[in-house]
């Protein structure tokens, strides 16, 4: 199929086609192609693209996979509705609600029909403790919970059973690491397998990124992240409480806090070591502005000023609340 598209240079693709996904430019019905020089990345008509030669190409078009709703929900109880799920490498993760768990090994087997990219379906019951580790359970497929998944140009080994990662936060990794100057130092907090400071080591140029957690496993496949991405060079890996290891490092000028049933308990530890603080916390809608005003508080009792340079709705939690974040400057 004919379509306008831009021609853009390897090295940039991946960047250039985040940036499209999220003006709603980029036609995802049509296959990207490529040359040893350029990724040809098809547009919407009418796409006004600054700096950018628009030409006409063919495309292969996208086959549409089946919808694996219509698969099962023919076989539910009337009126029952499965939400969507997750997917990390070749592993999807559901969450189903007390009335399907007795149909969830149809459910996990309509969803590798539907989508052949995956082999393993889980089972979600929700965050089991304090390092944020999800309760999965495999319901179809293959009989593991270990994965390769793949973000932005980076490879992220995970074991889903044993450590926390969220494929929902891709585009605020991508947009914290637009943030980040050639030679600036960030301290990642609360790290996990690293997806952070993986994507700011390949998407920007910082002299160094602390990756920090408390987790031994986390830490481990961390490790092997950094290793594998072959940022051994600019990532240290480091194992311990973010209260004891922060003050040992000296002054970031990007400090990501990602814990966000608790970031307030290690907001003052962040103010007197950062410049700009990525803030991440799941909150009442209620009480957003009330909160700002506290972290102000807090930066004030630690000599410092800080101002919200902006923040954002990243997703809901709950009827009530949500996840919010923001990138506040201290100084």
């Given at each position: ?26 036609r ?65 993760i ?7 768990i ?72 991508y ?28 998407l ?11 987790n ?33 490092l ?82």
């Amino acid at each position: 199929m004919e379509s306008l598209c831009i021609a853009v240079p390897r090295e940039k693709a991946e960047k250039v086609r985040q940036e499209m996904m999220e003006k709603k430019l980029l036609r995802t019905d049509l296959k990207i192609r490529h040359d040893r020089q350029y990724v040809y990345i098809p547009v919407v008509e009418g796409a006004d693209i600054k700096d950018a030669a628009l030409k006409k190409m063919d495309f292969e078009e996208v086959k549409k996979e089946k919808n694996f709703r219509e698969l099962i929900e023919p076989n539910l109880p009337e009126g029952v509705k499965i939400s969507s799920f997750d997917v990390i490498g070749d592993i999807a993760i559901v969450r189903l609600p007390e009335e399907l768990i007795e149909h969830k090994g149809k459910i996990g087997n309509a969803i590798l029909s539907a989508h052949k990219s995956i082999k393993v379906v889980c089972m979600d019951n929700g965050v089991v403790d304090d390092y944020r580790v999800r309760d999965v359970k495999v319901i179809a497929g293959e009989e593991r919970t270990e994965t390769l998944h793949k973000e932005h140009g980076v490879k992220i080994k995970v074991d889903i059973a044993k450590v926390y990662y969220s494929p929902r936060l891709a585009t605020e990794r991508y947009r914290i690491a637009r943030y980040v100057k050639e030679g600036d130092v960030v301290i990642d907090m609360f790290a996990g397998v690293a997806p952070f400071s993986l994507i700011i080591a390949k998407l920007s140029r910082p002299s160094r990124v602390y990756a920090i957690d408390i987790n031994p496993v986390a830490v481990k496949y961390a490790s092997l992240n950094v290793k594998e991405n072959k940022f051994g060079n600019i990532i240290e890996v480091i194992e311990g409480d973010a209260r004891d290891v922060v003050p040992s490092l000296g002054k970031a000028d990007h400090i990501i806090m990602n814990l966000p049933h608790s970031s307030h308990e290690f907001f003052s530890l962040a103010a007197r070591h950062g410049k700009i603080i990525h803030y991440y916390e799941i909150i009442e809608k209620n009480r957003i502005e009330e909160r700002f005003k506290w972290l102000k508080k807090e930066a004030s009792n630690q000599g410092k000023k800080m101002d919200v340079m902006h923040w954002r709705i990243v997703g809901s939690y709950s009827p009530s609340k949500v996840k919010i974040g923001a990138d506040l400057l201290i100084h």
